[in-house]
């Protein structure tokens, strides 16, 4: 049996999400909806899609569809995701998932309500490298890790805030730790586990935002593990880096948007056997991170009905860890899942207190109810 997909909101991961689909014989991309008449066509036209729509409601009656691929803005993945579960449609939905641990749970309780399949795009776990790298700490081959860094720095200048909706909380709903940061923290959780506390700061150094534009965290993970995070839109020489250190080995992995085998190494600690770090040697047949191995997978559970692999669930543990960042910053002290789970201001959404920095600043810049 064919599925039939369709994808709502035509920007530009939605041509990633419809090449992954074209990919796949067994789907046909069949319907697309967005708002603007103009985009809506010319997507249309460049993947050859019949069904047009001008908005979910109209898709969801329209149309006769086994899942549906959610490439809008972020404030309306809940809405959008509910309607889905309604007209009992799977649900494919991109990063962010939700403004708020609150939203995402009742994405999720809707879902399962409903039995059908709900999966986030976090693609930086696919890739055959990461997948290698994943057996061997999993395995505790590479002996027990206890370190970690994580940086997402990249460069985001005025043009890049110049739209009305960017660098606003009510518009983007956080700043580059929410929505830059989270994509490589996804990662190194992906590879580490549930976090157990979060130490953070939020800072607004250069840009003229609401938000921060850089972010420092210290991440203890429930083996121990303790990591340090950066997250920036002020770095000339753009880098998503990741590195664990464990007993046995160093794993490093640098990249921007996305990683391959070339982006992966494993360097032994001194007295290793070669023989046995030969073993640890990253797979020749190299499938890079991306989209296509993402929607594979969530192709492969829902035409099998069986149960999502975790390269498409887990979603609230990267938000999780956002949250807790902002939490931390706010509160000004360390924050665990029980402290975050208990007060709504993270929760219920991520408005959190930024140190202004810039020249001619007051200095703390609230958003929140001040620290404690």
Known sequence: MTLKAAIVGTGAVAHLHAEALAAD???????????????????????AVPGRHETLDSLLDGEDLDLVILCTPPE????????????????????????SLTELDEMQAAADAAGIAFGMVFQQRTGTAAAHVRSLLDSGELGRPLLAQCQTLWLRQDDYYAVDWRGTWDGEGGGTTFGHGIHQMDLLAHLLG???EV????????????MEDASTAIIRFDNGVVATAVSSVLSPRETSYLRIDTELATIEVEHLYGHDRGSWRVTPARGVDPERARTWELPEDDEPSGHIPLVRAFVDAVAAGQPLPDLLTHARRPLELVAAIYASATHGRSVT?????ADERFTTGLRAEVTDLRPGAAGPASSASGRE
């Open 25 to 47: 014989p067994r789907v046909d991309l069949v319907a697309v909806a967005n708002r603007g008449a103009r985009r809506r066509e010319e997507f249309a036209d460049r993947w």
């Open 76 to 99: 309306l993945h809940r809405e959008q995701t509910l309607a889905a579960c309604a007209a009992g449609v799977h649900v494919l939905c991109e990063k962010p998932p939700a403004l």
């Open 194 to 196: 549930d976090w157990a």
């Open 199 to 210: 130490d953070a700061r939020l800072w607004r150094l250069a840009r003229e935002i609401e």
């Open 337 to 341: 899942p029980e402290v975050l789970d």
